[in-house]
Each structure stands twice: as structure tokens, then as C-alpha cells.
């Protein structure tokens, strides 16, 4: 599967699928992200840290662009 392609059904995305889906660089993306950590959710990519790793839950990300849940 391409990276620009993700099942719908997926529930968490890895932030390089998250900056695919976005159309921003894998490094804008762990901004938006660190960002995020660093302002208890107020702006940025939303995301959870699982151990040493990143995922982006779909619905957040679905939320942050106005999409229907």
C-alpha cells in the first residue's frame, strides 16, 4: 500500500502516514506533533506516545479536518 493510502479502517496512523494524509513533510509532521506534547493538546497533530512511538488516532485526525465522525 502506498504511503499516500491508508485503510479507513485503520484506528492510529503512524505520523508519517498522518503527514502523507496531510501533504507535509515526515518532519513538519513530528513538529506538529512534538508541539502538541508540549501544549497539552491545545494545538498541533494529535497524537499518543506508545513506549518509544507515535501513532495519530483517525478520529482526532479526521476531527482536525472538519470531517465527519
Known sequence: MPATETDASTEVLTIDEAAAILRISRNAAYAAA??????GGRTGLPCIEIGRTLRVP???LDRLLGRPA
Not at 512534538?34 to 501544549?39: D, E, G, I, L, Y
Request: aromatic share 12%; glycine share 0%; proline share 0%.
Open 34 to 39: 512534538r508541539q502538541w506534547r508540549v501544549t
Open 58 to 60: 483517525r478520529a482526532d
